[in-house]
């Protein structure tokens, strides 16, 4: 591997204000049992006495050392995976909401006597307003806890699908899916999961497992949607959604303990002042203001500012979002490319399997990298840096245009083609989807530390505001590009966007380390890093709290 592909062991899981855990880290022997504390001044161990040292108040704040044993990183291996086996039902039915619409279209039309472009805004209007969404309750799982934000997100988008059922006119049906993707809290909120149960450098295989739930509830949509439009009527297709949505929630609610580190701080600060250390405080507890309306302004901004001012944000991003699009393209190209060899509805709807056992594919090709990468960081922590990252994108990437390509010129059908070659292809394009949303997200992790919340929150809008224009124009891109072979000219189209923008992939991994150097954000985790003599940055500087990014 050259030396732009060494990756720095301060890959930071997704939380701008979550605790560090490096001193925690610092306390275990190698067999992960905690090492005995340093005594403090007045003779009493550090564990004994929490959170030296005491405030002017008298208050002393407990911090993340103090009760290891109590938080996520503590929870046994069983019930992390327990925990996050949840965590992909949800992300698998948010994303159902948005996918099995689709199939609906058809019947939205006939019944409201609109035509099936306008039938698709109720479709456009849910992602885009899910890319909202998904940033505008970050925030709040932050303060509040990952359980009772996520547990409200999910009661309303289920509230939601009920008038869209009943709805008297399609009018109903944007309102309600405009509301429904603004109350998703999606990947911002199960990602940070994922930072709550593990320490950075382990990460990664949890990080490759919520991926997976993301992008396979995509295809789970049209798969179990051809039995829905064949079998019932339209009110079904939000039915549907509302069952599988009440049933994760109550999973959820039955199964899933708040994770949150400074939430489960206070709980334990609280427990230990019943008995009888009056004077412990959790951090959230001494904050005086717990989140002004211009700290939280400057965190929802924040995504947005550097997905418009971090070349390696935005154009990753573009990249992430731009593959999301085609599975919400292959929606509609489907349809016509499968009925010329006499598909029906329920045919066309299985026809998404071979993108999911793409999916499965990229899943477990994943396995191999990461414990290369373990095994490294295990014999020199510092031995590479966040290009590494990116290091199985460079082969895996280019399938995406080959399947584009490939699909586009097997769309000629019978007798010409046998339909098996087209899903052939569009399996590759799984692959290659998978593997995109997986890198640029470990990549973001790793390059901006402490920013990295707001750096994937800009590939996660990307991905869902893509995917929701992806509604719009898909239809009338397989049907007006020229006389002679629309479809084929269509799929090509894509297939040359799909080498432009795999292009910053190879650019990033060998001058990566150049540009992050340009970067402001950079430079800031550098001065804090400096401040600190040179230990990792692991919390947020005063700068980025307040939003002001200038260094």
Known sequence: MSPAGQVDDGSKVIDDVNHTHEESKEQKTLHGQPQSRPASRDGSSDGEKAGTPQRADGKVELHDTDCYDKLGFSFPTWKKWSILAVIFAVQVSMNLNASLYANGIDALSEHF??????????????LVAYAFGCELWAPWSEELGRRPILQLSLLLVNIWQIPCALAPNFGTIVVGRFLGGLSSAGGSVTLGMVADMWEPDEQQYAVNFIVFSSVGGSVVGPIAGGFVQTYLSWPWVFWVQLICGGAVQALHFFTVPETRSSILIDREAKRRRKAGETN???????KEHR????EIFAIWARPFEMFLREPIVLCLSLLSGFSDALIFTFLESYSPVFKQWGFNTIQIGLAFIPILIGYFIAYFSFFPVIRRHQAIRRRDPNALQPEARLWWLLYTAPLEAIGLFGFAWTSLGPPKVHWIAPLIFSSLVGIANFCIYMATVDYMIASYGPYSA????????????????AAMYAAPLY????????????SFILACLAVVVTIPIYVFYYKGPAIRERSKFAQTLASDRKVRDGRRVSTVGEKAQSGNMQV
């Open 280 to 286: 412990i405080y959790g951090p959230d507890e001494l």
């Open 454 to 469: 707001s750096a994937t929150g800009g590939n996660g809008f990307a991905r869902d505001f893509l995917a929701g224009i």
């Open 291 to 294: 989140l002004s309306i211009k």
């Open 479 to 490: 049907s007006n590009i020229g006389h002679i072979y629309p479809l084929e000219w269509a």
């Open 113 to 126: 006597h609109i035509s099936k472009q306008a039938a698709r805004v109720g479709q456009m209007i849910f």
